[in-house]
């Protein structure tokens, strides 16, 4: 699943060739998304709203495309040769000069814009956290609501409801960077706990959104780019990835384990996250009124 900074680049890239030009042809698959109504019309905008991308038509249609795990689109210049094969285009829109193919994308489809708010998955969208400003206040007012409270932390980080843009990656080094165990009920998690995820996973997606390899760790995010030195890149991530290598704090090995409804993989170290680490403050066993 791409990671909200990958689609907000994405979106860049599809902006830049695609906005204010007129398209001159576009498909989908034969039995798929009607793609033709949109020949002739002017691209108005193309957006990231969480891991979904908008390309938005003067005729007042919306393609909608959400990428999963393996969709992804592509930016050719007119007659170039594409890397994948046009067999698997689910989605090509072509103007004057250029052409974005949308290979593999389970969902693609063509909605009226009018109706985009009551769009099932993306009217529920929580903030999107790679946007210039997100609203992390309502994030948390979502991630800490009662209908996720026995969500696992890691589960509730990647429901897109709450709060949009972070992926599997960015919550296993969400978890890490604020020492908190992924596995435990998200409705124990102290708040100030949860505003530090929050803004942590904003502040990653920043940090990532004009391209490059992913990175997490503060040296690498202050450090040149790595094209400086072919071959001899450092440290990028805390932990994902790194099951059974040392932790990079404190030298315990990284322990992985899937889980959740989405089977997706979670990276922790047992000593940094320890079981219930990040639990808010147990209150006082008894108030002074009740010893009285
Ligand atoms: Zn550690």
Not at 1 to 9: I, N, Q, Y
Not at 33 to 41: I, S
Not at 73 to 80: D, K, L, Q, V
Not at 200 to 224: C, F, H, I, Q, Y
Request: proline fraction near 7%; aromatic fraction near 4%.
């Amino acid at each position: 699943m791409p990671e909200g900074d990958t689609l907000f680049r994405t979106a860049a890239v599809l902006r830049e060739v695609l906005a204010g030009r007129q398209v001159v042809a576009a498909r989908g698959r034969p039995d798929g998304v009607p793609l033709g109504r949109v020949v002739g019309q002017v691209v108005d905008s193309v957006e990231a709203a969480g891991k979904h991308l908008l390309i938005g038509f003067s005729g007042g249609l919306t393609l909608h495309t959400h990428l999963r795990m393996h969709g992804s689109w592509h930016r050719y210049r007119a007659g170039e040769r594409w890397r994948r094969s046009p067999s698997r285009a689910v989605a090509v829109i072509e103007v004057p000069a250029a052409v974005a193919v949308c290979f593999g994308a389970p969902t693609v489809e063509l909605i009226d814009t009018r109706a985009l708010g009551l769009h099932p998955a993306l009217a529920g969208l929580g903030p999107d956290l790679s946007s210039a400003e997100p609203d992390l206040a309502e994030a948390e007012r979502r991630l800490t609501s009662v209908s996720r409270a026995a969500l696992t932390v890691g589960e509730a980080l990647l429901d897109q409801t709450a709060q949009a843009g972070l992926g599997n990656v960015y919550r296993s080094e969400v978890c890490f960077i604020e020492r908190v165990d992924p596995f435990m009920a998200a409705g124990r998690l102290d708040r100030a706990v949860v505003r530090r995820l929050l803004r942590t996973g904003a502040d990653l997606l920043a940090a990532n959104g004009s391209g490059g390899e992913r990175v997490t760790m503060p040296d690498a995010l202050g450090a040149a780019p790595a094209a400086a030195l072919p071959g001899r890149r450092g440290p990028r991530l805390w932990v994902y990835g790194r099951a059974g290598r040392p932790c990079r704090r404190c030298s315990t090995v990284i322990r992985s384990r899937v889980s959740g409804a989405l089977a997706r993989r979670t990276y922790w170290c047992p000593s940094c996250q320890p079981e219930d680490a990040g639990t808010r403050p147990a209150h006082a066993a008894e108030s002074p009124a009740m010893l009285g």
